[in-house]
């Protein structure tokens, strides 16, 4: 999770509309940390998510603003930017994996789509081994998960053409690297955020002009 962290003060006209209308600058600065989370989570979303390029992984990743219709002081200013993706703290940092048991299971560019997604989830997975459309087998560098592309004729053979492929290897922890960039991609979108502001506080000045309060 992470919040704004833009000095107000170095914005033009600040003072003035703070001395001369705070209501209405308080509205319209807590609508413009509202549009920084939007901006930024949509602006994430649509550059695909780092390296994972897929929109079920995208849609885990929100915001939270202060709310415009219910802000009373400026303390209460803020806009927050997260996700309820578990497994993203290890993709946006990298770091190692251990397993929780003896191994777990990594699959290979078989198992595997082109946005770099899972073909298979761990249940998937699970299921096929129980109906033995994959199986375990063992190898010197450790136990393996194969399947025969091509299928079994009616009596049992292996039909002509049939290819095995390597769906997963089990290790005891791999090395994870980087994927994400959630926090540098708010970063680069400072100077969006200092315009955001600078209009909100532009547009209260306009509305203190036309006499609102």
């Known amino acids: 999770m992470m919040g704004s962290d833009i000095n107000l003060m170095q914005l033009d006209g600040l003072a003035q509309a703070m001395r001369t209308a705070p209501k209405v600058l308080l509205k319209e600065l807590a609508k413009g940390y509202r549009d920084i ?114 299928g079994l004729t009616k009596t049992g053979k292996i039909r002509k053409g049939t290819r095995t492929e390597i769906l997963a290897i089990f290790r005891k922890a791999i090395n994870q690297v980087d994927r994400l960039d959630f926090t540098t991609h708010a970063q680069k979108n400072s100077g969006m955020h200092t315009q955001i502001l600078q209009a909100a506080i532009d547009k209260a000045l306009a509305t203190i002009a036309a006499g609102g309060k």
């Open 37 to 150: 989370g939007r901006y930024d989570i949509d602006t994430f979303r649509a550059g695909g998510v780092g390296k994972f390029k897929s929109k079920k992984v995208g849609n885990t990743f929100k915001f939270r603003a202060s709310d415009p219709s219910k802000v009373e002081t400026f303390d209460q200013l803020f806009v927050s930017e997260y996700t309820k993706w578990k497994a993203a703290p290890i993709f946006e940092t990298g770091g190692q994996v251990r397993a929780k048991g003896k191994a777990m299971p990594i699959l290979t560019e078989a198992g595997m789509k082109a946005n770099g997604g899972r073909k298979y989830s761990a249940n998937k997975i699970r299921q096929m081994l129980a109906s033995g459309e994959v199986k375990i087998i063992p190898t010197p560098r450790g136990p393996i998960i194969i399947r025969e592309v091509g």
